[in-house]
């Protein structure tokens, strides 16, 4: 949907030229899987008459499919908009509708659950793939005139109506802009009903697109729809270093990756004693300086010494702890930290049977000094003339 649609023209594909099936962001573009598709329901059992229609950039609305249309995932539908109608794709059908309906707690008899009129003809797609050419036109001129306002705002796309008898522009601003002069001059440049959806910078990101630090497509733009909120703590429980140029998305915004392993690192941390608890010693006083999470130790450092650490398990840390509190600590953290000192030794194996990067190259020429003498060598060396 995204690339200027699939829909074929006179037998041959247009937009991406692939025909349905993209991968850049844009045809699959939070896709559905229909596991229940192969199965029949129950009989006495009508099919659920709700449909579930995606639109430009992955927007999704429920319609009812009050007319009982045959429709299957993929048919080119218009549908109930205000005014007029609009036109999209059905992503999903059946029984997994009602699932989503509940989870995005979006109940049957609301007024925001339209109708479906028809499937859409070839005359409705015309007119719906000629509104969509408009649309990156129009953008970089819309951008020109609210930068002739003096507006602070970002007009970040571009979607029309099916029909083609309204523009909606979504844009980003700080705060809250004055955007009546620029209405008129929409209205004035492009001939057309316009209206203005303002959005956040995920949102904007999820809408345009893109790869991240990882080097896949942005989650939001694929398979994420709940925007959580995300905090520095979440990157100082995993121990990630607060970099902002590292922690942020394209959005600006913290990654919400951050927050996918947030709940192992907090279950792991529920072992770990705490980082502020200091370890009282006859040599004296340590404080931890870090600990590794996957190798459950923590590095304490006695004060007034603290380039010297000594690393240490969980375990032994609970026990130090326990016997200070006994009113008997410990001697020192050597003797503790002596116990994992081992002599490791690496010793790599070719175990998949992987050959030398260098067999291909060519063994280096003698010199030519190395060359002369071996001549010599060979001039005197007694030959058998036995």
């Known amino acids: 949907m995204a690339c200027g649609s699939c829909s074929t023209k006179d037998g041959q594909p247009k937009g991406c030229k692939n025909n349905g099936t993209c991968g850049t962001d844009s045809c699959n573009k939070l896709a559905v899987f229909d596991w229940l598709s192969n199965m029949s329901l129950p009989g006495g059992i009508e099919p659920f008459n709700c449909v579930e229609v995606r639109f430009k950039n992955g927007r999704k609305h429920f319609y009812k499919n009050t007319e009982g249309l ?4 993929g048919d080119v539908v218009a549908t109930e908009a205000s005014p007029g109608h609009d036109v999209g794709v059905v992503s999903l059908t059946g029984e997994l509708v009602k699932v989503q309906m509940k989870k995005k707690r979006v109940k049957l008899d609301s007024p925001e659950v339209n109708k479906i009129y028809r499937k859409a003809s070839q005359k409705d797609i ?3 793939q000629s509104s969509r050419e408009r649309e990156e036109a129009m953008k970089v001129r819309a951008r020109e005139i609210a930068i002739k306002l003096n507006l602070k705002m970002k007009i970040s796309d571009i979607e029309f109506q099916g029909d083609g008898s309204k523009a909606t522009f979504y844009y980003t601003a700080e705060d809250r802009v004055d955007f009546r002069q620029l209405i008129k001059e929409f209205a004035k440049e492009f001939k057309t009903r316009i209206e203005m959806r303002q959005i956040g910078f995920r949102q904007e990101a999820a809408r345009l697109g893109g790869i991240g630090s990882c080097g896949r497509e942005l989650c939001c733009s694929t398979w994420l729809t709940d925007f959580r909120s995300v905090t520095t703590s979440a990157a100082r ?3 990630l270093s607060l970099n902002p140029q590292k922690l942020a998305g394209q959005c600006g915004k913290l990654k919400c990756c951050l927050n996918y392993e947030l709940d192992a690192y907090l279950d792991a941390l529920k072992d770990f004693p705490k980082q502020d608890v200091k370890l009282q010693t006859q040599k004296g006083t340590a404080v931890c300086q870090k600990i590794d999470i996957f190798k459950g130790s923590l590095w304490y450092a006695y004060e007034g010494e603290w380039m010297n650490w000594f690393e240490l398990t969980k375990d032994q840390v609970k026990e130090i702890i326990k ?6 600590p410990v001697a020192s953290l050597e003797e503790f930290s002596a116990e994992l000192e081992k002599d490791v030794t690496n ?3 070719n175990v998949v049977g992987q050959d030398s990067l260098t067999r291909f190259d060519k063994p280096k020429k003698a010199s030519h000094k190395k060359r002369r003498n071996n001549k010599k060598r060979r001039r005197k060396k007694p030959r058998n003339n036995a």
């Open 126 to 128: 015309d007119v719906w």
């Open 237 to 239: 429980y995993q121990q």
């Open 323 to 328: 016997a200070a509190q006994k009113k008997n």
């Open 347 to 349: 010793d790599f194996s």
């Open 70 to 73: 045959s429709l299957t995932m």
